[in-house]
């Protein structure tokens, strides 16, 4: 019989979703066959799943970590924003509707059946599941109908283990606010505290480990330090892509607003020869880019209206008539053509919306969405390219003639006459060490020949160590609670 606890966060970005893979590892090693569970998430980064759905990529990182292939069930209700105030939802894996916020909070108790039976489902094969929460529980405003926290821990009945975060300041008052705010039965589902994030040196804050445990009764489980090695793991967060800088060749990439399944970014940002730069909207495309990579959008018309907006047609423009390079990935490959017809008005506003025109090629807009693990083959070189599709739309034109992937018989992407821009429908390419070294190699770049998938392993397996050194990792075990 499994047994199951939760991370919760007195705020968001605490460091929920890395203590989590980093427990699944060390679990991992220790026997334990274990499964991590996020009941909802926010996030445009999804996995496609081996059972043809899609989760957040946090829980497909750490079902990595816990030896996994990543399922549905690991996360049951995925928002993915498409505007400010409103979202597609996916339930288990497939698109359930797009609502905007007060439509969702009416929502939110219908799903908690399916919440629940995925978690149930998921603890019938595993010894132990852990459990992330989202945001954090001291918004009880948001507390009537909650499937995220404290809502989920009572109709499962689990214990809860609360992480603050004290790099940004105020970490008492994250975790003492939150147990003052909390009604009483939410607050004593807590059973301990983690302080994570931490600078310096670590018995400094034993006065501070005291006042929280004094006032709240709460068990401290210890202090992580910062983990310097985090940047080797796939970001969850738009808020996480960073620009890296140092290597001769650069990769310049647009910060679209709706970005989407960005990890396309994590292979190049672990290059040592490649400068990495995220562009932020008002600053224009930087005149000495090597490559514009344009990526993914969750809402590809409105991307790519603010890519005008901005000028970035301009500079981008500019860039090709110096020789420059471009690639678009899913809906940046979308763009790149003469037009995207959405007929149906599946992304807003119904009609004919001119691309950039930089690939002969048009896309039309359909309902259906296509999710797919994908094996490819990269024509110019025969690599082997592991990736994933998750898209709506299909893509035709001149310019697909000079296809540049294959895809068992089926041909894959566009190109210029002149090879300089492509687009393709694939994500995940540059995980494929083969690939990235060919590709880059053909613009001018060296690669380090650093082989990513492992280096993505070696993090987890630093990350798993960094946790059985900080956190009392038997005393957080023995407070799992057994299901059923």
């Not at 008005?345 to 001119?354: L, S, T, V, Y």
């Not at 035709?396 to 041909?411: C, F, K, M, T």
């Amino acid at each position: 019989m499994a047994k199951a606890i939760m991370i919760q966060g007195a705020g968001s970005n605490v460091g929920k979703s890395l203590i989590v893979a980093g427990l699944a590892r060390a679990c991992l090693r220790r026997g334990l066959s274990v499964a991590p569970f996020k009941p909802q998430n926010m996030s445009n980064n999804a996995a496609v799943t081996v059972d043809g759905g899609e989760i957040g990529r946090a829980q497909a990182l750490q079902a990595r970590a816990a030896g996994r292939d990543p399922v549905v069930d690991m996360n049951p209700v995925l928002l993915k924003p498409e505007s400010e105030t409103g979202a597609q939802v996916i339930v288990q894996g497939q698109r359930f509707a797009t609502v905007k916020a007060r439509e969702y909070a009416r929502l939110k108790p219908d799903l908690l059946p399916r919440v629940l039976d995925s978690f149930q489902r998921l603890a019938a094969g595993v010894d132990l599941v852990l459990i992330e929460g989202a945001g954090s529980p001291a918004e009880i405003n948001l507390r009537a109908g909650d499937i995220a926290n404290m809502g989920f821990a009572e109709a499962a009945d689990l214990p809860v283990v609360l992480v603050g975060d004290i790099d940004r300041g105020g970490v008492i008052a994250q975790l003492v606010g939150t147990h003052a705010v909390l009604p009483t039965l939410d607050r004593d589902r807590i059973s301990a505290f983690i302080i994570n994030k931490f600078r310096g040196d670590i018995r400094l804050f034993d006065e501070g480990l005291t006042e929280i445990a004094s006032r709240t009764g709460w068990t401290s489980l210890g202090v992580l330090p910062w983990f310097g090695e985090a940047w080797r793991l796939p970001a969850e967060d738009v808020m996480d892509i960073a620009s890296t800088t140092g290597g001769v060749f650069k990769v310049v990439v647009p910060r679209l607003a709706r970005i989407a399944n960005f990890d396309d970014l994590d292979p190049l940002s672990a290059e040592p020869g490649l400068t990495l730069d995220i562009v932020e909207p008002g600053r224009a495309l930087p005149g000495d880019a090597d490559l514009v990579l344009i990526p993914g959008s969750k809402s590809t018309i409105a991307d790519l209206e603010d890519f005008r907006a901005n000028g970035w047609d301009v500079d981008l423009a500019g860039h090709v008539r110096r020789g420059g390079h471009v690639l678009g990935l899913c809906g940046g490959y979308q763009m790149l053509g003469r037009q995207i017809i959405d007929a149906d008005g599946i992304e807003g506003r119904a009609g004919r919306f001119a691309g950039l025109g930089l690939l002969d090629v048009e896309t039309r807009m359909y309902a259906e969405k296509r999710l797919a693990r994908t094996q490819a083959t990269y024509l110019a070189t025969g690599d082997t390219v592991h990736g994933y599709e998750i898209h709506i739309g299909s893509t035709e034109g001149p310019d697909r003639a000079r296809a540049w992937l294959r895809v068992g018989e089926r041909s894959e992407g566009a190109a210029s006459a002149d090879g300089r821009i492509r687009g393709c429908y694939l994500h995940g390419l540059f995980a494929s060490d083969g690939f990235r070294s060919a590709y880059l190699g053909e613009l001018g770049a060296r690669t380090s020949g650093v082989a990513f998938d492992a280096s993505v392993d070696a993090a987890l397996d630093a990350l798993a160590d960094h946790i059985e050194t900080h956190i009392d990792v038997e005393a957080l075990l023995g407070l799992a609670r057994h299901m059923g």
